[in-house]
């Protein structure tokens, strides 16, 4: 009996663990890469909601008032249709500072595994007026004190995510591919959003001084500070969670909102640049 006792003390602690990282927490990670613009980096939100209409999530956004919001990619699930969270969380986030929007797998999804093109219109009509920019391979640049910054989204063909329905055989990018849909790196300071962290290196041979990255869930479970697999059902995928460094250029890998998750907390990342 007290073998019993002793046996389900740590499963209860374990298991309440799990509920309160997957129902309650939410983190704030900062990573200091210079000075001059804060940039505030959220990614793969799923269908979590972190209070009413995410208000945890802007206001916590708020209070470490950014300079620039990244969002990249997945802030839906393929298979989502109400949008009006979303759309009341990007209204408040816009009141904080610019924000910046990519597409993920998911987003990218609704069209090319045919589940929903009339959700993708929808989300990029609510995108455009809550004010946020949707960067499809496409650009724009703002100019931070004595800086000017490019500011590029970059959405690779979905066979980087799935072939034929399958997670086999999928299409790598190298630096030429980036080059075929954005043309060369633009001169001067480049912040590249980028939703799949795989191809860091040629974001960084593209010339992005700065990428920004998620779709991993920082390895939905970490140990040792390794996440464990990747969407991809790859074990020990390379980028998870970080800044990894690629000759000075660097990729800033967030962990990520949603999704079930395990000694991985969700998280909102602070950068100074
Ligand atoms: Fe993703």
Known sequence: MNKLILAAIPAAAFTGYAVYENAASLSLRYESLGSGVRIAHISDLHRRRFGRNNRRITSLIASEKPDLIFITGDIISRRQTRLNTVEKMLRELVKIAPVYVIFGNHEQGLTEEFINAEVQERLIEIIKLSGAKLLRNSRDFIIIGERRLNIIGYEPDYSVYKSDGCYTDLTPVTKADIVDVLGECPKGET????????????????GADYTFSGHVHGGIVRIFGKGILSPERKFLPKYTKGVYDFGGKKLLVSAGLGKLRLFNPPEIVIYDI
Do not use: D, R, S, V
Request: net charge neutral.
């Open 191 to 206: 912040l590249l959003l980028a939703h799949n962290p795989l191809f860091g290196k040629a974001y960084a041979e593209w």
